[in-house]
Every structure is written in C-alpha cells, then in structure tokens.
C-alpha cells in the first residue's frame, strides 16, 4: 500500500471507531454528535447558555460533514481542491479541539473516542498532501 492508502484507511477507520467508542462517560460518538447539535435538533435536555457555546458546539458537530466530503473528494481525485482541503480540514481539527479546552482540568474525563476521532482529521489533511 502507498502512504496516501494507509493515511486513508488509518483515517476512516479512527473516524468511524469514534462514532463508536466511548466519548465521555458513557456517551458513545454518535451520541456525542447528537449532543453537539442539540442547540439545532434538540436531544433529551442538553443546552447551552450561552450563543457562542452553542455556535461552536454546531460547528463542532458539522465538521463531521467536512469530513465526509473531504474523504469523498480524497477518493474521487478532484486535484484542484487539494491545498483547499488540507487546511479546512486542520481547521476542522483545531475547531474540534474546543472541547479539549472546554473541559479544562476535566479532560481526563474525555475518553479514547474523542481522541481516535479528533486524530482522523489530521489524519485525513496529511492524506490529502499525499496524493498531490
């Protein structure tokens, strides 16, 4: 295998363990992901306070989005978006890594989920300068 096949499969599978592993307590990833847009599709009593909380949380919970498509557009080889992509996608990372931050002396609380999940993204940006 070449190194762009391993940083992808390395990717996807951290992406989809994640969604599977736990998170925090005994919050799974997809449950993580609920949680995390409950300010727009509201899931058992979660909120948040504040607007920028609740902000960051959506966006936090789209990256997943940009995750898909960025590994969708890995796949399919569209050259022109690669420099693009990278940086959306370390973006992406620093905009997950706020509730790393947001946990403060509590982030042994989050679990092996989180971590797994937060890698694939670097993962994925460093297998999109693989392939150019």
């Known amino acids: 295998m070449d190194r762009k096949t391993v940083l992808l499969v390395a990717a996807a599978c951290g992406f989809v363990l994640g969604w599977v592993l ?4 005994d919050y799974r990833g997809w449950q993580a992901f609920r949680v995390a847009l409950s300010p727009v599709w509201p899931y058992e009593n979660f909120g948040f306070a504040a607007w920028y909380s609740a902000a960051l949380t959506v966006a936090s919970g789209l990256t997943n989005v ?41 982030f042994v609380d989050l679990r092996v989920g989180y971590y797994v999940w937060i890698l694939s993204f670097p993962l994925l940006a460093l297998a999109t300068r693989a392939r150019s």
């Not at 736990?22 to 307590?25: N, S």
Request: glycine share 6%.
């Open 22 to 25: 736990p998170v925090l307590d």
């Open 66 to 106: 940009v995750f898909i498509a960025g590994f969708l557009d890995v796949i399919l080889w569209r050259r022109a978006s690669t420099r693009l992509l990278g940086w959306v996608l370390i973006v992406a990372t620093l905009l997950n890594l706020h509730w790393l931050a947001r946990a403060g002396p509590d």
